[in-house]
């Protein structure tokens, strides 16, 4: 094999090392916890592995490669950075620059995805912990706890600060509808304003507040049930989008497989680019299209 053949795969295990570093330190670190609280006994004797087996000698090198790159990179390496090696691998198996570069400008497009996935399930558990006060606090005050204390005893764990400081406000005689309008303000914790609503209002006329944080709680949950069944019709379109969209590659694998070299011709003719250049603009487009049309449905709008 000559020195041009065996590129890929030196490119190949440079990915599966990157991999390594960035999957493996976690694991590793599990692993060693064990050996600590449980002695190293059991996770010796486990399986008949010997502790200096050749994985548990791949896994120290995954570590200690993960805790170099994370020290060099400042703790900023996440998934979006996969995007690089894969295009540094395609660019060494077409033999073209190309790829390496829509490798290194996709990074920046799935950090964004990524983020955006990350705000929406950190949206989603904020709700849920909004769900969890109402209805705790509800339960307190029909079993004879004083509001405060109710308060402070359901805990406000999902809300983070803003839920510590409503915690301290309940429990040091501060001004609680203040404090639940304030800690409304991330997003999915909208729900606080109809809880300080309640509350402004049993301060000042004395009315149940117990029905009050159940009608809001009750409420939150009928949204969210609506939001989860709109997530589970729309799943379907979603996968056959993605479906469509890796169809591309799938094509260019079974060519890869029948030897006619697609990614040479297309990264090395002016025909190859040309098409090359159309079909990723209309796979953007068509995935530009999809995600508007699930934002339309998501917002209520015309499907």
């Not at 990074?107 to 705000?119: D, I, S, Y």
């Not at 409420?219 to 729309?234: G, I, M, P, V």
Request: one cysteine or more.
């Amino acid at each position: 094999m000559t020195g041009t053949g065996t590129l890929p795969l030196w490119l190949a295990t440079v990915c599966v090392a990157l991999f390594a570093c960035l999957t493996g330190a976690r694991d590793e670190g599990l692993r060693r916890s064990r050996l600590l609280l449980a002695g190293g006994a059991e996770e010796s004797a486990r399986g008949g592995e010997r502790p200096d087996g050749p994985r548990e000698f791949a896994a120290s090198c995954a570590a200690s490669c993960a805790a170099s790159v994370r020290r060099w990179c400042g703790g900023r390496v996440g998934p979006e950075w996969w995007c690089l090696p894969v295009g540094v691998l395609l660019g060494a198996l077409g033999a073209s620059p190309l790829p390496v570069v829509a490798g290194a400008l996709a990074v920046p497009w799935a950090r964004r995805g990524l983020r955006a996935r990350r705000e929406r399930t950190a949206e989603a558990e904020r709700e849920e912990a909004v769900i969890e006060l109402c209805a705790a606090v509800s339960g307190e005050l029909r079993a004879g706890t004083p509001p405060a204390r109710a308060l402070v005893a359901a805990g406000a764990d999902g809300l983070g600060e803003h839920g510590a400081a409503l915690v301290a406000a309940a429990r040091f005689g501060g001004d609680i509808p203040t404090a639940l309008r304030a800690c409304a303000g991330p997003p999915g914790a909208a729900g606080l304003r109809g809880a300080a609503a309640c509350w402004q209002v049993a301060a000042d006329s004395g009315a149940g507040l117990a029905e009050g944080m159940d009608r809001v709680a009750a409420s939150l949950r009928a949204e969210r049930d609506q939001r989860d069944d709109l997530e589970a019709q729309l799943a379907g379109p979603r996968t056959t989008a993605l479906l469509l969209a890796l169809l591309p590659a799938a094509g260019l694998l079974l060519g890869g497989t029948m030897g006619a070299d697609p990614l040479r011709v297309l990264l090395h003719s002016t025909a190859g680019l040309a098409c090359l250049t159309v079909g990723v603009l209309l796979e953007i487009a068509g995935l530009a299209w999809v995600a508007r049309i699930v934002r339309a449905v998501e917002r209520g709008g015309p499907s």
